[in-house]
């Protein structure tokens, strides 16, 4: 039986998903990694072509219509080869589906499929949808299973195309919440019975935090050095073995400006990869890691005392100059998620 390994993954930008996926597609094409499944949850972002209802909207790969991802949804990105033999694209979609139906039965629902529309359906509500592609034999994208999400943010578009047809959850089926870890371990399961896999778990590469500094207006940045990068960034650090992660917060802080605080965690943990010459030596590819945020409000005009040998430069900037100044999607989570505490904050 051949073997395919599991990444269960955290909260993944839309944007990083996709550079996970075409990293893997490529590894997988040329035999350097087994079949993958990942599961992961995306995120929504404020700053957004739908502003007032913090979505994002992007163009992608895959086949078929505009879709919604969003938290309380399982999305899951199978990258295996079909191999000799089972090079039928058709037939991938509707074990696909049968994954899906044999997973939401676990919960007393009878989903089935509906001619000329993919997915799988309750009736006349679509509950998980369906969007491929195949390069070389080599598949992407996948599948998203509405376990507790926010149906009104379907109304924001038609999904899949399709019209006269509504959505529905797994959640709000069995009136429940309905956590997406009991639902992780069920899908994982189809898809072995389904595709007739090994499945194995495979863990992260590297567990980091992130500390958002800031002094309730501005934020501290630092700038990476050429050689380790060339980019601004938040403090970052990897949590060592035996070490808690508010323990690491805290240790980045003092080694990387010189003062002692009491980081704060901001419920955001996030997964993504991680291409760096230095890291490659120590790890094979892909470097997936996973990341716990962490923020601490610090005196206004706070000297900083960073560590050289990483870094050449520091700032503090407004949110909307960081913006401007981060590269990674991650970092930009992380920043939107303190710059709405805080205006939260400043409205009670």
């Known amino acids: 039986m051949r073997v395919c390994e599991l990444r269960n993954l ?3 930008t839309y944007e990083n998903g996709m550079r996970l996926q075409q990293k893997l597609v490529e590894l997988r094409q040329e035999e350097a990694v087994p079949d993958q499944l990942l599961l992961l949850e995306h995120l929504i972002a404020p700053a957004a072509t739908l502003d007032a209802q913090r979505v994002r909207f992007f163009e992608t790969t895959r086949g078929g219509d505009i879709t919604y991802h969003g938290p309380g949804q399982l999305v899951g990105y199978p990258i295996i080869h079909l191999g000799e033999g089972n090079r039928d694209v058709r037939k991938y979609v509707t074990k696909l589906e ?3 139906i044999r997973t939401v039965a676990e919960f007393g629902i009878t989903a089935e499929r509906a001619d000329g529309k993919r997915g ?6 679509k509950i998980a949808a369906i969007g491929v592609r195949i390069a070389r034999w080599v598949t992407s994208h996948g599948f998203a299973l509405n376990v507790s999400t926010n149906l009104d943010h379907f109304r924001l578009i038609t999904p899949c195309g399709l019209h006269g047809t509504g959505v529905t959850s797994i959640s709000h089926l069995v009136g429940r919440d309905v956590a997406l870890a009991d639902v992780r371990d069920i899908i994982a399961a189809k898809f072995a019975e389904v595709f007739e896999r090994e499945v194995v778990p495979r863990p992260e590469s590297i567990r980091l935090v992130k500390i958002l500094v800031h002094d309730g207006e501005r934020v501290l940045l630092l700038h990476r050095r050429p050689e380790r990068g060339n980019f601004w960034q938040p403090i970052t650090g990897s949590i060592e073995e035996g070490e808690l992660p508010l323990d690491t917060a805290r240790r980045e802080l003092t080694e990387e400006t010189g003062h002692s605080g009491e980081p704060e965690a901001i419920e955001l943990e996030q997964s993504f990869m991680i291409e760096s010459h230095f890291l490659a030596a120590k790890y094979p590819p892909p470097i997936i890691a996973s990341e716990i945020g962490f923020a601490v409000e610090v ?3 706070l000297a900083v005392r960073m560590d050289e040998e990483e870094h050449d430069e520091y700032g503090w900037f407004t949110f909307a100059e960081a913006y401007e ?3 990674w999607t991650d970092d930009r989570e992380a920043l939107e998620k303190v710059e ?5 904050f400043s409205l009670k």
Do not use: C, K
């Not at 799988?120 to 509500?125: A, F, K, R, S, T």
């Not at 709405?340 to 939260?344: E, G, K, Q, T």
């Open 10 to 12: 955290h909260l993944v």
């Open 98 to 100: 049968e994954v899906l």
């Open 120 to 125: 799988i359906w309750v009736g006349n509500d």
């Open 299 to 301: 005196p206004r005009g």
């Open 325 to 327: 100044r981060i590269r």
């Open 340 to 344: 709405a505490r805080l205006s939260a």
